[in-house]
């Protein structure tokens, strides 16, 4: 049991350029979120979906899309990434909106 | 707005001492569960507890336990007989009907020999 798993761990990105995280759960759960960190901050909510296909935005989504083809799957893109894109990225899952979030391990990204 | 304040940027502790984070929290929801996460240096997000808002006993996991006064809306964290291991960046937070967790902005807690 794997729990939250997160693809890639690190990316370095030049501005403009596109990429796709990569969120996957083995916990069978409904519900899934994308969160940004920033220095000094707590986590932000980009984009959730409260189960396969279906997403909804949430605090910050500007710049980013989000897509839920499969139940275990959450992809989160940069169409066009800019410096204000970099963070530490996190997915979180839940077996409902009442339940506990477990996050998966991070990704930073740093665009240039 | 619903917003989650921790006014304590850093805290520092001996080993085996006590340590009480503070956490205000504002929404107009009368329904919603909070949370304690711990961040250690390898960036995990961990859960330490977790209370129902609509009950009054203070949950209590191992050496942490939480104090909730729902009138005041607030909700502290105590970590008791404080370990290396505890060493963290700790975010109080809340999620309402929706499911949206709201964050604070977190507490370093140092814990030193």
């Known amino acids: 049991n794997a729990g939250v798993t997160q693809t890639p761990k690190f990316r370095v990105l030049k501005t403009g350029q596109s990429m796709t995280l990569l969120c996957a759960q083995d916990?069978?759960?409904?519900?899934m979120y994308w969160y940004r960190q920033d220095p000094g901050m707590g986590l932000r909510l980009i984009h959730y979906?409260?189960?396969?296909?279906?997403?909804a935005k949430g605090e910050v989504p500007d710049g980013y899309n989000v897509s839920r083809l499969k139940k275990q799957n959450f992809l989160l893109g940069l169409e066009s990434a800019a410096p204000s894109q970099t963070s530490v990225y996190f997915c979180?899952?839940?077996?409902?909106?009442?339940?506990?979030?477990?996050f998966g391990p991070g990704t930073r990204l740093l665009v240039l | 707005a619903q917003t989650v304040t921790q006014s304590q940027p850093e805290m520092s502790v001996q080993e085996a001492e006590t340590v009480t984070l503070s956490c205000t929290y504002d929404?107009?929801?009368?329904?919603?569960?909070l949370f304690w996460y711990k961040q250690p240096p390898s960036r995990q997000m961990i859960l330490v507890i977790r209370?129902?808002?609509?009950?009054?006993q203070n949950a209590t996991e191992n050496r942490f336990s939480v104090n909730f006064q729902k009138a005041a809306k607030s909700f502290s964290l105590k970590i008791s007989d404080s370990q290396l291991g505890d060493t963290a960046m700790y975010f109080c937070?809340?999620?309402?009907?929706?499911?949206?967790?709201?964050f604070g902005a977190g507490t370093q807690v140092v814990v030193t020999p």
């Open positions: 979180a899952s839940s077996y409902g909106k009442w339940e506990t979030q477990y």
């Open positions: 916990m069978n759960h409904e519900y």
């Open positions: 979906s409260v189960g396969e296909g279906t997403t």
């Open positions: 929404t107009s929801e009368n329904n919603y569960y």
């Open positions: 209370q129902e808002a609509y009950k009054q």
């Open positions: 937070a809340f999620t309402t009907f929706w499911g949206k967790l709201q």
